[in-house]
């Protein structure tokens, strides 16, 4: 997110710092006009990714120098709950349908891509790996706070965005052609403008080769960020090998994996998880350390061990707790500061 330098309010400015950036590929704008997205290239790593995701966070930072400062978080604490949106034509058909509650999706998300080979095999992953979204969500969320007040929730980023259509946790599919259905009844409807408008939590991308999970907050530095793609990678990985291997993937309905999705939204890593199968609840912070030990080979085969152990210290204490702890102590005006100090810093 884009803010004013002096404020740290958020600035509607994002269009000058993509001209300043002079046309890098890396910098695209999003529909809030104080929000910039940053891509990394397809990555043979996530500690590729993460050191792509560090020098473009200091390239922006350099482009917007003289226009604000930048920050990382799944919501600004203190914007006003609407605000001023992207007005080009990309953005036309969003402005038209959703109005004002297009200018409320003041919200910044972390998206992740991993190639899954084999249209099959994606479909496979992509339907187990909606169990595990309220897992990620609990480790990932950073949204504590919006319009000047404390929430209540680990995360208000989801509410805000469930004012859009298609959002949460997604159904699942049996095949690329009942998702291509999908998007063909939705565009005869005239609901769905094109296919990235399908905005759950996790989505397959067939032109891409790749499942994409939208459920982790924007976390606040590269570090953070680091540790959740590798999660996400290494539990991508685990699920493809069991598929390959003939270990059935369990599909389990939207609505109990929304009951814990509520839970890791509401309570974060205080809260409880509970068995999809039985209902068993257990401690959030327990199901997140089981899931890293139970993912850790693959990380290893991945490549991505380092980032997977430094999660270990988001289960201890997210985004969400952080802020609330840098709340108590400096005020909100001092957790904007330490926000936009920790846009460059290389470690949680």
């Known amino acids: 997110m884009l803010l004013d330098a002096t404020t740290l309010d958020l600035a509607p400015r994002a269009e000058e710092v993509l001209a300043a950036a002079g046309g890098d590929e890396r910098f695209k704008l999003e529909l809030p006009a104080a929000q910039l997205e940053l891509v990394t290239l397809p990555c043979a790593t996530v500690g590729e990714a993460a050191a792509q995701l560090e020098a473009?966070?200091?390239?922006?930072?350099?482009?917007?120098?003289?226009?604000?400062?930048?920050?990382?978080?799944?919501?600004?604490?203190?914007?006003?709950?609407?605000?001023?949106?992207?007005?080009?034509?990309?953005?036309?058909?969003?402005?038209?349908?959703?109005?004002?509650?297009?200018?409320?999706?003041?919200?910044?998300?972390?998206?992740?891509?991993?190639?899954?080979?084999?249209?099959?095999?994606?479909?496979a992953v992509h339907n187990a790996l909606r169990s595990y979204l309220p897992q990620l969500a609990a480790l990932a969320a950073n949204a504590p706070f919006h319009a000047?007040?404390?929430?209540?929730?680990?995360?208000?980023?989801?509410?805000?965005?469930?004012?859009?259509?298609?959002?949460?946790?997604?159904?699942?599919?049996?095949?690329?052609?009942e998702l291509a259905a999908a998007f063909r009844w939705g565009a005869a409807a005239g609901t769905l403008a094109r296919p990235n408008h399908w905005w759950w939590e996790l989505r397959l991308h067939p032109t891409l080769g790749t499942i994409e999970v939208r459920v982790p907050d924007q976390q606040t530095t590269v570090s953070e960020s680091a540790a959740v793609a590798a999660v996400i990678h290494a539990l991508v990985v685990t699920l493809a090998e069991g598929h390959d291997d003939g270990v059935p993937l369990t599909?389990?309905?939207?609505?109990?994996?929304?009951?814990?999705?509520?839970?890791?939204?509401?309570?974060?890593?205080?809260?409880?998880?509970?068995?999809?199968?039985?209902?068993?609840?257990?401690?959030?912070?327990?199901?997140?350390?089981?899931?890293?030990?139970?993912?850790?080979?693959?990380?290893?085969?991945?490549?991505?061990?380092?980032?997977?152990?430094?999660?270990?210290?988001?289960?201890?204490?997210?985004?969400?707790?952080?802020?609330?702890?840098?709340?108590?102590?400096?005020?909100?005006?001092?957790?904007?500061?330490?926000?936009?100090?920790?846009?460059?810093?290389?470690?949680?």
């Not at 080009?88 to 349908?97: M, S, W």
């Not at 946790?169 to 049996?174: M, Y």
């Not at 290893?300 to 988001?314: I, N, V, Y």
């Open 148 to 177: 000047g007040r404390d929430t209540g929730l680990a995360s208000v980023r989801p509410k805000i965005a469930e004012l859009l259509p298609r959002q949460g946790v997604p159904p699942a599919v049996e095949d690329l052609s």
């Open 56 to 123: 473009g966070r200091a390239a922006l930072h350099q482009a917007a120098s003289g226009i604000g400062r930048l920050a990382a978080a799944g919501a600004h604490p203190t914007a006003a709950p609407e605000g001023v949106l992207n007005g080009h034509e990309h953005y036309r058909h969003t402005r038209a349908e959703f109005g004002p509650v297009a200018h409320a999706q003041l919200v910044f998300g972390l998206h992740v891509h991993v190639r899954v080979a084999g249209a099959r095999r994606a479909v």
């Open 251 to 348: 599909v389990h309905p939207s609505w109990r994996i929304a009951e814990n999705r509520w839970s890791a939204g509401r309570h974060g890593l205080a809260g409880t998880l509970a068995d999809l199968q039985t209902g068993e609840p257990r401690p959030t912070r327990d199901r997140l350390r089981a899931l890293l030990e139970w993912l850790a080979p693959a990380a290893a085969r991945a490549g991505c061990l380092g980032e997977l152990e430094a999660a270990d210290r988001l289960v201890t204490a997210n985004g969400s707790e952080r802020q609330r702890q840098v709340a108590a102590e400096e005020g909100l005006e001092g957790l904007m500061g330490s926000l936009a100090d920790r846009f460059l810093a290389t470690e949680t």
